[in-house]
């Protein structure tokens, strides 16, 4: 048997952004939040259970491997703070300096953003 809190850490398929409408939903009446590593469009959605979308482009960071860590980060830090965003839908983008920064100062950043986001309520 799984405790409930466990499950409730987990990243699951209804915690991201599916398809193109969301994504465009999101972009359309987003507030922006940006620093010099990431930047993040927020939705409030009463009803939903908070959503994340990821679009970390090539364009910004040339590496694969450079741009799967940046959303392993990402989400990781999504999964730990998901319950005190409940009521939001995001979409984060990436900045060029993201390639070169560390993973201690991109898990801050986007800690950082979600405090933000949490608190703006």
């Known amino acids: 048997m799984i405790a409930e809190d466990v499950i409730s850490n987990?990243?699951?398929?209804t915690d991201r952004l599916n398809t193109a409408e969301e994504y465009s939903q999101v972009f359309k009446e987003a507030?922006?939040?940006s620093d010099e590593f990431l930047t993040v469009l927020?939705?409030?959605?009463p009803l939903?259970?908070?959503k994340l979308g990821l679009a970390i482009a090539k364009k910004m960071v040339k590496k694969a491997v450079l741009r799967n860590q940046i959303k392993r980060i990402i989400r990781?830090?999504?999964?730990l703070n998901k319950n005190k965003l409940k009521g939001f839908d995001m979409v984060v983008l990436c900045r060029k300096k993201a390639a070169q920064a560390s993973k201690k100062e991109l898990?801050?950043?986007?800690?950082?953003?979600?405090?933000?986001?949490?608190?703006?309520?």
């Open 42 to 45: 927020v939705s409030k959605k």
């Open 31 to 33: 507030d922006k939040f």
């Open 107 to 121: 898990s801050a950043s986007i800690k950082t953003h979600f405090d933000v986001i949490a608190n703006n309520e």
């Open 48 to 50: 939903s259970s908070g």
């Open 76 to 79: 990781e830090a999504f999964r």
């Open 10 to 13: 987990t990243f699951l398929k």
